[in-house]
């Protein structure tokens, strides 16, 4: 059974803090993925990447810089955090596969920056 | 880029009826069509999806039909029950964008008993 954990549910930071949101998979996945879920706007992908020390821009990366030094972890950066940061963050992972595979997303964790 | 756009934004349908959700895609490179159901306060999780070389596949009450030549593909949810309440996303993939799948806005499905 995939599992994909995200190291908060919730969270808070003020603006201009640096925020780290970290994301685990247990399946041996090659890609993960951070997404912005926002009413109205569906899921928007922010940074993807497909292998270790891999990552590329999705559709609103800025604001935001990833890390993946481990094949199992992803994490997220906002480096000086804003109110329009303020949402939800969706982690997904999935093996890699061409048409590709299902992914599998995390339990999301819901930040606010005041 | 591709785009996907999905209609309707909410959809209340009474416990029994069907539901029917249509989404558009603007690539026609794209080749893999997914479905995933949110409920309220729980993670995304696939429900269906259709690859390009398949124009319909169905699971139980729910099925996807797909067609190529309009670049629109629809979710069909039978005898709907309270559970089905959720928010649906339909999402498209193809060569062009790797593994990366483009989201539709999502639909906001409303059983009502």
């Known amino acids: 059974d995939v599992k994909v954990t995200q190291s908060s549910r919730y969270l808070v930071k003020r603006t201009g803090e640096k925020v780290f949101l970290e994301c685990v998979q247990d399946?041996?996945?090659?890609?993960m993925f951070w997404y912005r879920q926002d009413p109205g706007l569906g899921l928007r992908l922010i940074y993807f990447?497909?292998?270790?020390?891999?990552?590329e821009k999705g559709d609103i990366p800025e604001g935001y810089s990833v890390s993946r030094e481990k094949k199992e972890r992803f994490s997220l950066i906002l480096e000086s955090a804003s109110t329009n940061q303020t949402s939800m963050y969706l982690c997904?992972?999935?093996?890699?596969?061409?048409?590709?595979?299902?992914?599998?997303f995390g339990p999301g964790t819901r930040l606010t920056v005041t | 880029g591709e785009n996907v756009e999905q209609h309707p934004s909410t959809l209340s349908v009474q416990e029994g009826d069907s539901a029917v959700i249509k989404c558009t895609y603007s690539?026609?490179?794209?080749?893999?069509f997914p479905w995933y159901k949110q409920e309220l306060g729980k993670r995304p999780q696939l429900i269906i999806d259709?690859?390009?070389?398949?124009g319909e596949k169905k699971d139980q009450r729910i099925a996807v039909t797909l067609n190529k030549t309009a670049k629109h593909f629809s979710l069909h949810i039978t005898e709907t029950q309270p559970e089905d309440s959720a928010v649906y996303f339909c999402?498209?993939?193809?060569?062009?964008?790797?593994?990366?799948?483009?989201f539709g806005p999502g639909t906001r499905l409303s059983v009502l008993p």
């Open positions: 259709i690859r390009s070389n398949v």
């Open positions: 997904a992972s999935s093996p890699e596969g061409a048409p590709p595979y299902e992914q599998y």
């Open positions: 399946m041996d996945h090659e890609n």
């Open positions: 690539d026609s490179a794209s080749n893999y």
């Open positions: 999402a498209a993939s193809g060569s062009n964008y790797g593994q990366n799948f483009v």
């Open positions: 990447s497909y292998d270790v020390k891999m990552k």
